[in-house]
């Protein structure tokens, strides 16, 4: 597998896209959680492809990163993991179920993004550039 000199710029805008999507997603969840009916449902069934989008950026940074990034960036995938697991159950459920769901996606969105940002916090540190492991 060879990488160019651009390789790093990609890694780092593929982390730095996953942390603007992620920051997207938690800005529509809270949006959505302050709605009602039909206009929650519409932006629920959006939330799918972009936890799926988000964890592609993040896997597609992953191999680059040390350590401590790698285990934030495991955590954000986990809190994006139940951040779809709790929009689904959203989508099955109605009134208080449904909004006790949606909060919880929210919750968990947000500690995502909380992940990806320190991710790109330990990507930046100066020490981080001695234990990139490959």
């Known amino acids: 597998m060879s990488h160019t000199a651009e390789s790093p710029a990609r890694v780092k805008d593929a982390l ?3 942390r603007v999507a992620a920051q997207d997603l938690h800005r529509a969840l809270s949006d959505a959680a302050g709605k009602s009916g039909g206009a929650v449902r519409a932006d629920l069934e959006a939330v799918p492809p972009k ?6 950026s993040i896997a597609a940074s992953l191999d680059a990163q040390n350590a401590a990034a790698k285990t ?10 139940a951040t779809g697991a709790h929009i689904a159950d959203a989508l099955n459920s109605s009134g208080h179920a449904a909004l006790t769901s949606i909060q919880h996606a929210v919750a968990d969105a947000r500690a995502s993004v909380q992940k990806i940002s320190e991710a790109v916090a330990e990507k930046r540190s100066p020490a981080s550039a001695t234990h990139i492991t490959k």
């Open 51 to 56: 936890v799926k989008a988000i964890a592609a």
């Open 16 to 18: 730095d896209n996953a």
């Open 72 to 81: 934030s960036l495991g955590e954000a995938a986990t809190y994006l993991e």
